[in-house]
Structure formats: C-alpha cells, structure tokens
C-alpha cells in the first residue's frame, strides 16, 4: 500500500512517515501542497495524508483540484477546534479528518478504515452486474451506484463521496427511517470519531443540491429520529 504525506511541518512529516513504514506501508512525503498534488495526479497512490494548513496552496485546495480527478482516499490533518476546517474538508471530498495534536494509533485506524471503505466499494464495482440493478431511482432522480454518477431529469448533480454514501443509503432503505446514529457508521464508518453532527450537515448539502434546486421534497427529516425518503 503506497501512501503519499503532505506535511510542512518537518518532524510531524518525518514521525508519520516513521510509524507507517514501520506499520509495512510505502510512504512518500512532501512539505508542498503544490508538488503533493502533482506527485498524486502523475503517481498511483493508494491514500494521501493531507494538512491543510500548507504555505502556498492550501491542503483544502489541493484537494478540490486532486478530486477533479482521483477519487483516492484523503485524511486530512485540521488544527484543533478548526471546525470550518473540517467541514470545509469533508465538502471538499475528504473522507476523514483527524485533529492536531493526535495519537498516531488513531492516524493508523483512520488509514486502515479509510483504506478498507475503499477496497470495498471498489470490489462492490467489480462484482457488479451490468444491468438496471445498480441504479436507484426517486421521481426524477436516478443514482448510479456502479459508475456513481447522480442525474436528476437528465442534469448532472455533482456530490462529495459522503454526499453520494448517505443519499445511497437513504434510496437503498426508502420508506425506513434511518437514526442519526446508523447513518454516521454507514457513511464515515464504525471508527468514525467526531462531531455527530456530521450528518445533519450533510444532509443540508444534499437538499441545497437536489431538494432545493429542484423545487422537490426528497429527505424528510423525522423528529427526533432521523430521516428518510419515502416513495
Ligand atoms: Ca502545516
């Protein structure tokens, strides 16, 4: 497993790299945002370790630009209390984040679940077969989990990773309404330590991209439950 780290701050770089050769991973690192992005786009890494706080081009904006392209597995690393940051990195398509100071058992479990969530929806792809199977429909909306692309009435929709995760398990479970809790370990993983808020958050995204573009009313929010979407 080839993992690529882009870090400025030298010893932080140099201890991560230390613990993830040590844990057998083959590790590349960089103190720039802007070679990180071309080592990532002319090389086939299999997760990247991101801060966003890089002199130059930020780690936030070398992920925007890398997700134009590559769907890799990103964890960014956020300063404490950086909850902008966070948020601002999981719309950008990061599919974890970990908070400075950290624990670098925590940085391995994040990789570890990061890499496996990705193995596996890989596989699911594969294993696919090829007819109308793969893709889940609402209204106008259809969703196709196999090439992972979202159309309503013939638009692209344009969705983070999470974004895609949480309105594929809403379709695949329509009519049953799905806790906050169950959600959150569907689309960040069982691991997933953090705000649990997450969800509502995405949730909002989701609406402000389909709901109310499209003048419908997809995910219904059930009181103290959860949400749904209901045929
Ligand atoms: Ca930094």
Do not use: W
Not at 36 to 46: M, R, T, V
């Amino acid at each position: 497993m080839k993992i690529l780290v882009v870090e400025d701050e030298e010893k932080i770089a140099r201890f991560i790299e230390l613990e993830l050769v040590h844990e057998g991973y083959e590790v590349t690192k960089t103190v720039s945002g802007r070679e990180g992005l071309s080592l990532a786009e002319s090389n086939q890494f299999d997760l990247m370790v991101l801060d966003v706080m890089l002199p130059e081009l930020n780690g936030l904006e070398v992920l925007r630009r890398l997700r134009k392209s590559s769907e890799m597995p990103v964890i960014m690393l956020t300063a404490r209390d950086a909850v902008m940051d966070k948020v601002s990195g999981l719309d950008a398509g990061a599919d974890d984040y970990i908070t400075k100071p950290f624990a670098i058992e925590e940085l391995l479990a994040r990789i570890r679940v990061a890499l496996k969530k990705h193995g596996s929806a890989a596989n699911v792809e594969k294993d696919a077969m090829p007819d109308l199977a793969g893709v889940l429909t609402y209204e106008k909306l259809s969703v196709d989990v196999v090439k992972r692309t979202v159309i309503y009435d013939k638009e692209p929709v344009s969705l983070t990773f999470r974004e895609f995760e949480l309105l594929r398990e809403l379709l695949e479970n329509k009519n049953i309404v799905l806790s906050r809790d169950t959600l959150l370990h569907k689309v960040c993983g069982y691991d997933y330590v953090g705000e649990t808020n997450v969800i509502d958050v995405y949730v909002r995204y989701l609406r402000s991209k389909i709901d109310d573009k499209y003048g419908i009313k997809m995910i219904q929010t059930v009181r103290c439950v959860g949400y749904v979407i209901r045929e």
